[in-house]
């Protein structure tokens, strides 16, 4: 379960985590179905990749809806997606739960939700979560994460990294830039900071005046960006790409000379892993946590403490074209080492420590076959990795109409 899936407008890195993840364990015989919320830019029912996606109700809606699904239909393993707010499966289901949390919302509910919004989400992330998945597995992205998560009372013991795996780096003709020119990408949202990467570009534009930074997303914040480029008088050097197709989004990529990431939260940053398989090198904050694992610092980017510093970082990176240069080679190097396949069989395992762990002898009576799979797929003997290197867009309407409250069987890959 989770809030919404990879073909949703503000979908981002988690839910290409999540996609992958649930490819690799469909491709190795489980049933999956991500249950997310309804958007207008796909099908209420479609399979992708050997996935069933059933969308249904709306950004908040989603969560009482997923756990009257869950309670109807009664599944033998259960994947809560923790965006914050906890979908609380464990309250109508007596099957194993795991929980996913890729970072720790406490900065962002009040940039959001505001003061009192954000109150009411932090506790929720904090008090009511750490209480309703106290005898559940956990799944993090990365170690900064589990630190915070353990601070929340979470036992360490009950918290295992699966770390994101690199996607295929499409490879496009388009070459560097000849000017320098700046990347940022994601989500356009107050927390992720985009006003940062204009201001940047304002203080450096008198030292580079053919500088230019791309903007590539889509969001609701997108014209409080516009109106801040205004008034830093950057607009004409700035392009708003819109959301774009993954070959449109390479292209961005393989133009630029620096991603600058100033987000206030990530929780691993696959998109740092884009942006190094096209050689460029990322420059963001400490403080937003995953950065610390997806960059390794002073080697393949730069990671800072604050504005002035990030300034001076990107400026640095320009004119020096040496260490720019080494920088990309060691990015693109680093974002080589991440696997999909490995994490499916990490993820994998969890999941069958969940049946094993489970307290409730009436649940773990009649898994063996599932286990079996599971603990399969793990020691790597159902080998998930000829799923994962389809592109996240080629998808197939599944085109039957059918009601998602009836059995089916086992979706195709359709890649036999």
């Not at 989770?2 to 469909?26: C, F, K, M, T």
């Not at 929980?99 to 919302?105: A, L, M, R």
């Not at 620096?258 to 884009?274: A, D, R, T, Y």
């Not at 080492?337 to 993820?347: D, Q």
Request: hydrophobic share 40%.
């Amino acid at each position: 379960m989770n809030w919404r899936d990879v073909s949703h407008p503000e979908g981002g890195g988690s839910e290409r985590y999540v996609q992958r993840i649930a490819e690799g364990l469909a491709s190795a015989g489980l049933r999956v179905t991500l249950l997310c919320a309804a958007h207008g830019r796909a099908p209420r029912d479609e399979t992708v990749n050997g996935v069933r996606i059933i969308r249904r109700a709306g950004r908040l809606s989603i969560y009482p809806r997923a756990m009257a699904f869950v309670r109807k239909h009664k599944p033998r393993l259960v994947v809560d997606i923790q965006n914050g707010i906890p979908f609380c499966s464990t309250l109508v289901t007596r099957a194993p739960v795991t929980n996913v949390v890729f970072h720790v919302h406490k900065e962002q509910w009040p940039i959001v939700f505001g003061p009192v919004g954000g109150r009411i989400g932090w506790w929720l992330e904090s008090v009511v979560a750490p209480k309703v998945y106290r005898r559940v597995p956990y799944v993090t992205i990365s170690d900064a994460t589990g630190r915070e998560m353990a601070g929340l009372g979470i036992d360490a013991e009950r918290i295992t990294l699966v770390p994101v795996g690199t996607e295929p780096i499409v490879r496009v003709a388009t070459p560097r830039s000849e000017s320098p020119r700046l990347i940022t990408l994601g989500r356009l949202v107050p927390h992720k900071q985009v006003e940062h990467s204009l201001e940047i570009l304002a203080r450096l534009s008198d030292r580079w005046p053919d500088l230019t930074l791309s903007i590539v997303g889509e969001g609701w914040w997108e014209e409080s960006l516009r109106a801040q480029a205004d008034r830093l008088g950057v607009a004409d050097r700035v392009e708003f790409t819109g959301f774009l197709d993954e070959k449109g989004k390479h292209e961005q990529l393989a133009a630029a000379w620096v991603f600058v990431c100033p987000s206030v939260k990530e929780g691993w940053g696959m998109v740092v892993i884009e942006a190094g398989g096209h050689g460029v090198p990322t420059v963001g904050y400490h403080s937003s946590g995953g950065l610390q694992e997806s960059v390794v610092d002073g080697v393949s980017g730069v990671l800072v403490d604050d504005l002035d510093q990030m300034t001076d970082a990107v400026a640095r990176l320009l004119e020096d074209d040496d260490a720019r240069r080494a920088m990309g080679a060691a990015a693109e190097r680093h974002a080589a080492t991440f696997e999909w396949s490995a994490s499916v069989r990490e993820f994998a395992g969890v999941l069958a420590r969940s049946v094993h762990g489970s307290p409730r002898a009436g649940v773990r009576a009649g898994t063996a076959d599932l286990v079996e799979l599971l603990e399969r797929i793990q020691h790597g003997v159902d080998d998930p990795t000829h799923t994962l290197a389809v592109p996240l867009e080629s998808t197939a309407a599944d085109g039957t109409g059918a009601d998602p409250a009836l059995p089916r069987e086992p979706a195709s890959s359709g890649l036999a």
